[in-house]
Every structure is written in structure tokens, then in C-alpha cells.
């Protein structure tokens, strides 16, 4: 699905000028990269809020219309006011369709319930990550990665290595040689309630 932003080119700049946007409601930004020059930008906050708060917002190629001049871009870093929750700034890379890109993606967990480890050995779910780092063309960015615990056992963790990604998308922490452990579960105190229930059927009874 397409996200198309609405931008306009903004003229003013300074901080004097970027507070009295946000008092009529435009959030400022900038679009760079792509080699060309960056451009300033003010934005509608109610219609860019209205698709921010969408996590495909954060991990996917959106299409920028600046003044009805459409490119392809990336969300690359924004401020939040700290007590309003407002959009404060909003910057923008251009991407090219030739470039691989580097881009922080979500991982949806799966089978949680169905583990072994939940479901057998009581144990508890731990996400270590809850979004990593790929490298690809902008093509084959994935909105999300799934991550199945549908095997995984109590006291076991599932690491990046292990997890099975789209074509032509790589784990950059994998490429460094760093296989980090994305989601564990462990084992709960005491063993779980099977173990303690077989362990007193076998018990000898007290004369």
C-alpha cells in the first residue's frame, strides 16, 4: 500500500519561525539525500500525525509530495514534544531504487502461546529486540519480520541467524558477524508445574 505525505516547500527558517508553524498546526521537516540539495518542508500535523502513529510509517518507502512533485523517501528521524505528544520536526532521506538502504524494521512475534516452553514448561517470554536492522533495496523492505516460537523450548532463545528473511534482505548485525538473541524464554523458578507434579505422584507416601 501506498503512503503518500503532502508537503509544501517552506520558506522561512530559524527557530522563531519553526514555533510559529507549530502554533498554526504545520509541522516542520526537511527532506534530504538522493544527491541533491536538502529542502525545508512544512506539514499539515493532523493529517501527518493521523499516519505516524502507524508503525508501516516507520519501516516502509513512502512517497513525498512536495507541491505535486512526488519522490521516494524514508522516515529517518523525528522530535516528539515530551509532554503533548506532538511532532515538533520531521526529517526525510530520498532513496534510490539502485542504493541498498539501511532501515530498522519491526518483528512481529508469532506462536507465543504454542511454545513449548510456554505451553509445556511454564516458562516466561522474553523479546530481547522488538525491531532490527536490515539492509536491502528499497524494493524488497519488508513492513515487518516474523519471528516463529512455535518450537522454541524453555531455557532457549531464537537468535538472528535463525530467522528466515525475504529475499534480498540481510540482518546488518549478522553481516558484522554479530548474531544476537532476538527473543528467549525461561525456564520458571522451581521447574514448571508438570515437573513438580510428576516429581509428587512419585513420592512415597508418609507412614
Not at 39 to 56: A, C, G, I, P, W
Amino acid at each position: 500500500m501506498e503512503i503518500i505525505v503532502s508537503a509544501k516547500k517552506r520558506d522561512s527558517k530559524g527557530t522563531g519561525a519553526s514555533r510559529r508553524l507549530r502554533r498554526a498546526g504545520t509541522v516542520p521537516g526537511i527532506v534530504y539525500g538522493g544527491g541533491k540539495d536538502a529542502v525545508s518542508l512544512e506539514l499539515d500535523h493532523k493529517n501527518l500525525f493521523l499516519q505516524f502513529r502507524h508503525e508501516t510509517f516507520h519501516a516502509s518507502i513512502l512517497t513525498l509530495d512536495i507541491d505535486g512533485k512526488k519522490e521516494s523517501v524514508l522516515l529517518r528521524d523525528y522530535q516528539l514534544h515530551p509532554v503533548r505528544n506532538t511532532i515538533q520536526h520531521i526529517d526525510f532521506q530520498r532513496v534510490s531504487a539502485s542504493e541498498k538502504i539501511h532501515v530498522k524494521v519491526p518483528l512481529h512475534f508469532i506462536n507465543e502461546d504454542i511454545a513449548p516452553g510456554v505451553k509445556l514448561g511454564g516458562g516466561l517470554v522474553t523479546h530481547v529486540l522488538t525491531e532490527a536492522d536490515v539492509s536491502c533495496l528499497a524494493k524488497d523492505l519488508p513492513e515487518f519480520i516474523e519471528v516463529d516460537l512455535a518450537k522454541l523450548e524453555a531455557g532457549h532463545s531464537i537468535h538472528l541467524s535463525e530467522i528466515k528473511l525475504p529475499k534480498g534482505v540481510e540482518f546488518v548485525q549478522l553481516a558484522h558477524g554479530e548474531d544476537t538473541a532476538v527473543v528467549s524464554i525461561a525456564k520458571p523458578r522451581g521447574g514448571s508445574a508438570t515437573a513438580e507434579e510428576g516429581a509428587d505422584e512419585a513420592a512415597p507416601a508418609a507412614e
